[in-house]
């Protein structure tokens, strides 16, 4: 069980004297080479490591050192501090140039209480800097289209040698680069979506390795992504389809060895352009592949004379923006790519496959279980000499469940649609029959919620071995039909490839508990309850990255803000999210910028009372309200916070505080003058169960009244990091007014609870937490009636959770701090409706977008939604036993907390948790046999811990020894309470007496 903290104990503590390791440059990966960093600002952060068994280590100084042109052309001057080794930019350093190549290296000088160290410096980390943002138009390159295939063919000379050669290229919707025949990476579906009309991302490839003296080529397979099939960025009822969306723009430079250089750029002239296999794409509704029509050699220079289908390209002025921008003939400002790209990070191969009961036809079909829910494609291998005719169609359907009284592995919401059989998803009412005017046989295409998500592959059929992948279609499935192949072809497991595709987001915690199975009084008794709780919670995030945070991966794939900020906090303990939601940031920006005047969404408004607004799918594209719900619109100031919380990088919070700001003025004036609380009833506590929709057991207006005062208090907290003190003081004044109002006007003294309905004895599970985390009750009494409300009403309801997904961030960490962490086990080991255990028994392996699943509602609902996903935060420190302190002085992970919860202490009797924080892996590993707890615990140099010293149910503690040494024994009759820990790895042993 704590395999994975001892390997990251073994990486972190290797046996050297002291060094700084894993650099990183401008947020990227710990030592990735950066391509397009910013010339200004450069940020840098490091590790430091010292010898194995070296405890209470700390950093005195640093310095860090520039290279360019083999020279150290730039040293900072000797830093002083122990924590300043992440994120760092106020370094002195001068601009740099653009497109230009750099290393950089830190020195460090550690010591302890006992010994210094000279300064001892890291090895050096590469990185590039970003294009001149006129970079593009300087050098004339254009965008360009014609087609979904195009190339063109270029010299370099034989005589020298190439030393640099950097390629900038971005397509919309979405794009391939091939260099000479090779895909120049391996990231899927580039650039990230983005606001289109406001920032357009390019990508950066070092292709140094892909070219070759004499001829070369370049290709670009474009299809339409996002960008190409919404009714705002690039709608398919305009004159060209989607056509006319389709279009690149590229500018290569090339450095030769003798110092002279060759650009390659996007052009009417030298470019080429031809329909390529892929004849149909649609990213919900899947896309037709002719593999007849495949050459797949056709970007190399060995066919530059096959000139045969290829034809001209011409200048394109994409499309974007609604007729209330003015027609905007060029698109948003072209920036570099800042974080990690969309990859296939895992595979799964079939674990099952069957003939669906009673089929008959004059093909086959079988269905494909992967055994997981994921979000992406599968891939398509046929054997040589199969025997299958060329142009045979073979179409390939993706759901999330089986129904066994259909023949299809049909998905939520369509088994009452009875008029096709292709695979459907939620709403897929039969009288739907509108599309965007490029419908084609048996292909169903209507708007986004009903993504139709069939493949079809024409097989070549020449003998030789076919693979498929598909290029611009993405599904959310577990399942996978394959019709059309001759009854004579007997298929194998291995046919068809489940591939999971999501933002490559670097794991950096792991969670790791006993294998317990269920109980309570009607347990099924499924197995290892927890670990697939968690895991289910794991897959969706990582369902739901697809450059901006989505809410399934099925259906709508939008950025719903609702379940972007609700899941937030819980991202960040397991994966490296900062790059990301720096993204994130920016894309809500600039839909804030353009405003909802833009899209017309706030016409009749007054504009006093719409500025500043968010709508509720960030980017926006016509679906939800503008201005959002204000719970869904919190999300900017709420992953703001968050954000500090896990990074204490303050550059974001600096480049986002203006619209911050405008958001919280945007609530400030929409507030009712009466209440001094923000009411607006909306979405509210959404899902809870037995309400696909807002929750009947939570007044909505009190949801948005508790995010307005606790944002309040985060842009009081905001304000403070970045020293705008007369901002801080004033938002903390209205904060402190807001939890008194909040209490004032929600709280029921006769029910000892807030926000009671009709027929609700103490307030829903969500009201009475929420309030709890606001810390509204104004005294001792008050607040513990709260929580005996609060408890009881999880008893009442048999240890059911009843929550929608605002609950779901409140109620476990609610109460567990009042000492009722047995509850909170309680619901989490039920395997009975409704609760996440319950979702595990019905063998999910994603979280249910409803309590029910598909089986206790009609409706049914998507198999992978993250929006419920808030809880694991507290599974993590709860069970895990580990959580950051953080507020305006002290910073991310620089001090942690060891306090697992003591009824999962005895309940569970062993667990572990382990995070590559910014300073470093901290971890703890804690096992209780019989009497005696041990814990041991990892900390990072630059941090500290305190290792809570608490009592066990039915277990007194008696003494207390670190690392050996005896620290309390309560014959000393005096409260230790927490003690603190230096860095290095530590063992605490807890006696007791129980």
Same mark, same amino acid.
């Given at each position: 069980?704590n395999?994975? *903290?001892l390997?990251a ?5 290797p046996?050297i ?8 440059t ?10 397009s960093?910013?010339?200004?600002g450069?940020?840098v952060s490091?590790?430091n490591?010292?010898a194995a068994g070296?405890?209470?280590v700390v ?7 520039v290279?360019s042109?083999n020279n150290?052309?730039?040293t900072?001057?000797?830093?002083? !501090? ?5 994120n760092?930019?106020d370094l002195?350093m001068p ?7 750099y290393m950089?290296?830190?020195?460090t ?15 050096p980390?590469k990185?590039s ?8 138009s300087?050098?004339?390159a254009i965008w ?8 063109t ?9 190439i030393?640099?050669a950097?390629?900038h290229?971005?397509?919309? !919707?979405?794009?391939y680069?091939?260099?000479?025949g ?15 009309t406001r920032?357009?991302t390019?990508m950066?490839y ?6 070759? +003296?004499?001829s070369?080529m370049?290709?670009v397979?474009?299809?339409n ?8 960025w690039c709608n398919?009822t305009t004159?060209?389809?989607p056509?006319g969306?389709?279009?690149m723009i590229?500018?290569?430079?090339i ?8 650009t390659i750029?996007?052009n009417?002239?030298?470019?080429h352009?031809r ?5 149909w ?6 896309e037709?592949f002719?593999?007849?029509?495949d050459?797949p ?6 066919r530059?004379?096959d000139?045969q ?10 499309p ?5 921008? #003015? ?5 948003g ?9 969309i990859?296939v990070?895992e +595979?799964?191969?079939?674990?099952s ?7 008959s036809g004059?093909?086959?079909r079988y269905?494909?279980d ?5 979000? !992406?494609?599968?891939?398509l ?7 299958i ?7 390939i ?8 009284d259909?023949?299809?592995s049909?998905?939520?919401y ?8 292709d695979?459907?998803h939620?709403p ?6 509108y ?7 048996d292909r169903?295409?209507g708007?986004?919620?009903?993504a139709?998500?069939t493949?079809?592959?024409? =097989?070549?059929g ?9 290029f611009?279609a993405?599904? #959310?499935f577990?399942?996978?039909?394959i019709t #059309?192949l001759?009854?004579a072809?007997?298929?194998s ?6 591939r999971f595709?999501?933002t490559?987001v670097?794991r ?10 269920a ?5 099924? /008794?499924t ?9 289910m919670?794991?897959?969706s ?5 697809w450059?901006?945070?989505?809410d399934c ?9 609702g379940?972007a ?5 819980g ?5 490296d999210?900062?790059a990301f939601y ?8 600039d ?10 969404t706030c ?8 500025e ?9 594209d016509?679906?939800?309200g ?5 719970? @869904? ?9 968050n ?9 974001p ?9 405008a ?13 001094g609380?923000l009411e607006?009833?909306?979405?509210g506590d959404?899902?809870c169960?037995d309400?696909h !929709? ?19 208090g985060?842009m ?24 008194v109002? *909040?209490?004032?006007r929600?709280y ?10 009709p027929?609700d004895?103490?307030? +829903?599970?969500?009201?009475n937490?929420m ?7 104004p005294?001792?009494a ?14 009442q ?10 609950g779901s961030?409140?109620?476990f ?7 009722h962490?047995?509850?909170?086990l ?10 996440f255990g ?7 392996t994603?979280?249910?977008?409803n ?6 509602s009609?409706?049914g ?8 996903g808030?809880f694991d /935060?507290?599974?993590i ?7 950051t ?6 910073t991310?992970?620089?001090?942690f907390?060891?306090?697992p ?8 009797m ?9 300073? /470093?892996v901290? /971890?703890?590993? @804690?096992?209780l046999?019989?009497?005696?707890l041990e814990?041991?615990?990892s900390?990072p ?6 290792v809570a ?5 039915g277990?007194?503690l008696?003494?207390v020894?670190?690392d050996?040494?005896?620290l @309390?024994?309560?014959?000393?009759l005096?409260?230790l309470?927490? +003690?603190?820990?230096?860095? #290095?790895?530590?063992?605490? =042993?807890?006696?007791?007496t129980c």
């Amino acid at each position: 069980d704590n395999y994975w *903290y001892l390997v990251a104990v073994a990486v972190l503590l290797p046996a050297i004297a002291a060094e700084p390791v894993n650099l990183r440059t401008h947020v990227g990966n710990r030592g990735e080479v950066r391509l397009s960093v910013p010339v200004t600002g450069l940020r840098v952060s490091w590790e430091n490591v010292a010898a194995a068994g070296t405890h209470n280590v700390v950093q005195t100084s640093f310095s860090v050192q520039v290279m360019s042109s083999n020279n150290w052309t730039w040293t900072s001057q000797s830093i002083s !501090g122990s924590m300043q080794h992440t994120n760092l930019t106020d370094l002195g350093m001068p601009d740099l140039d653009y497109d230009s190549d750099y290393m950089w290296r830190v020195g460090t000088v550690l010591s302890t209480s006992s010994a210094s160290e000279v300064e001892t410096w890291s090895e050096p980390l590469k990185f590039s800097t970003m294009l001149d943002p006129n970079a593009f138009s300087s050098h004339e390159a254009i965008w360009i289209g014609g087609n979904n295939q195009l190339r063109t063919e270029f010299s370099l000379p034989s005589s020298v040698s190439i030393s640099r050669a950097r390629l900038h290229v971005s397509g919309l !919707g979405a794009f391939y680069m091939f260099v000479n025949g090779q895909q120049a990476s391996d990231h899927v579906m580039d650039p990230p979506q983005t606001v289109y009309t406001r920032h357009v991302t390019y990508m950066t490839y070092d292709i140094q390795s892909l070219l070759q +003296s004499g001829s070369n080529m370049f290709g670009v397979m474009l299809g339409n992504y996002k960008f190409g099939y919404t009714d705002v960025w690039c709608n398919m009822t305009t004159a060209n389809g989607p056509d006319g969306c389709r279009t690149m723009i590229l500018l290569a430079k090339i450095t030769l060895s003798n110092g002279t250089s060759v650009t390659i750029t996007s052009n009417a002239n030298d470019w080429h352009g031809r329909q390529g296999p892929v004849i149909w794409d649609h990213l919900f509704h899947g896309e037709t592949f002719d593999a007849r029509m495949d050459t797949p050699d056709w970007a190399s220079p060995d066919r530059v004379s096959d000139t045969q289908d290829w034809g001209p390209v011409h200048e394109m002025h994409p499309p974007v923006g609604p007729a209330s921008e #003015g027609n905007i003939s060029s698109i948003g400002m072209l920036v570099p790519e800042t974080m990690p790209p969309i990859r296939v990070v895992e +595979s799964f191969p079939a674990v099952s496959m069957y003939t669906p009961v009673g089929y008959s036809g004059s093909t086959s079909r079988y269905v494909y279980d992967f055994g997981q829910n994921v979000a !992406g494609f599968v891939t398509l291998k046929l054997p040589s000499n199969h025997g299958i005719p060329a142009g045979t169609e073979l179409r390939i359907q993706h759901g999330e469940i089986t129904y066994p009284d259909t023949l299809d592995s049909y998905d939520t919401y369509c088994r009452a649609n009875t008029q096709s059989k292709d695979l459907r998803h939620e709403p897929c009412k039969p009288h739907q029959t509108y599309g965007f005017g490029h419908e084609i046989k048996d292909r169903y295409v209507g708007d986004f919620n009903c993504a139709n998500m069939t493949n079809v592959y024409i =097989v070549r059929g020449d003998g030789k071995p076919e693979e498929y992948t598909p290029f611009f279609a993405a599904a #959310g499935f577990r399942y996978a039909t394959i019709t #059309g192949l001759p009854t004579a072809f007997k298929p194998s497991l291995q046919l068809l490839t489940s591939r999971f595709v999501h933002t490559d987001v670097t794991r950096v915690g792991n969670l790791s508990l006993p294998a317990v199975s269920a109980e309570g009084t009607k347990t099924n /008794g499924t197995q290892d309850v927890l670990n697939r709780i968690h895991h289910m919670v794991l897959y969706s995030q990582m369902s739901n990255l697809w450059s901006i945070p989505t809410d399934c991966p099925q259906r709508e794939r939008r950025g719903w803000m609702g379940d972007a900020q609700v899941s937030s906090h819980g991202a960040m303990l397991s994966f490296d999210m900062q790059a990301f939601y720096e993204n994130f940031f920016r894309d809500m920006r600039d839909d804030q910028l353009r405003g909802c005047g833009s899209m017309g969404t706030c016409s009749g408004k007054p504009q006093l009372l719409t500025e500043g607004s968010l709508a509720d799918v960030v980017p926006f594209d016509g679906i939800g309200g503008w201005p959002g719900c204000p719970v @869904w619109q919190v999300a900017y100031i709420v992953i703001l916070r968050n954000y500090w919380t896990h990074y204490g990088d303050k550059a974001p919070l600096e480049e986002h505080y203006d619209g911050a700001k405008a958001l919280m003025t945007h609530f400030q004036r929409n507030a009712n003058p009466v209440s001094g609380l923000l009411e607006t009833p909306c979405y509210g506590d959404w899902v809870c169960v037995d309400a696909h !929709g807002p929750c009947p057991r939570t007044p909505a207006a009190s949801v948005t009244s508790f995010y307005f005062v606790q944002a309040l208090g985060f842009m009081s907290d905001i304000a403070t990091i970045l020293g705008r003190t007369a901002d801080a003081e004033q938002y903390a004044k209205e904060h402190s007014e807001g939890v008194v109002n *909040y209490h004032k006007r929600y709280y029921n003294a006769t029910m000892q609870g807030y926000s009671p309905v009709p027929g609700d004895t103490h307030g +829903s599970q969500t009201s009475n937490s929420m309030a709890l985390a606001l810390g509204a009750p104004p005294d001792d009494a008050t607040r513990k009636a709260v929580e005996d409300s609060l408890n009881d009403n999880i008893k009442q309801n048999d240890y059911h959770l009843t929550f929608g997904i605002v609950g779901s961030a409140w109620t476990f960490p609610t109460l567990a701090a009042a000492g009722h962490g047995d509850s909170v086990l309680s619901t989490l080991l039920s395997d009975t409706y409704p609760g996440f255990g319950y979702m595990v028994q019905q063998n999910m392996t994603t979280l249910c977008e409803n309590w029910a699943c598909q089986f206790h509602s009609p409706g049914g609902g998507s198999q992978n939604h993250i929006m419920f996903g808030a809880f694991d /935060g507290w599974m993590i420190s709860g069970l895990g036993g580990m959580s950051t302190t953080s507020n305006t002085t002290t910073t991310a992970w620089e001090h942690f907390t060891v306090k697992p919860d003591p009824f999962a202490v005895k309940k569970l009797m062993k667990g572990s948790y382990m995070l590559n924080t910014r300073f /470093g892996v901290a /971890g703890v590993s @804690w096992e209780l046999q019989q009497d005696k707890l041990e814990t041991q615990v990892s900390v990072p140099i630059g941090s500290s811990a305190s290792v809570a010293h608490q009592d066990l149910p039915g277990c007194l503690l008696q003494e207390v020894l670190e690392d050996g040494v005896s620290l @309390w024994r309560r014959a000393n009759l005096q409260d230790l309470g927490a +003690s603190t820990l230096g860095s #290095g790895v530590h063992t605490v =042993v807890h006696q007791y007496t129980c």
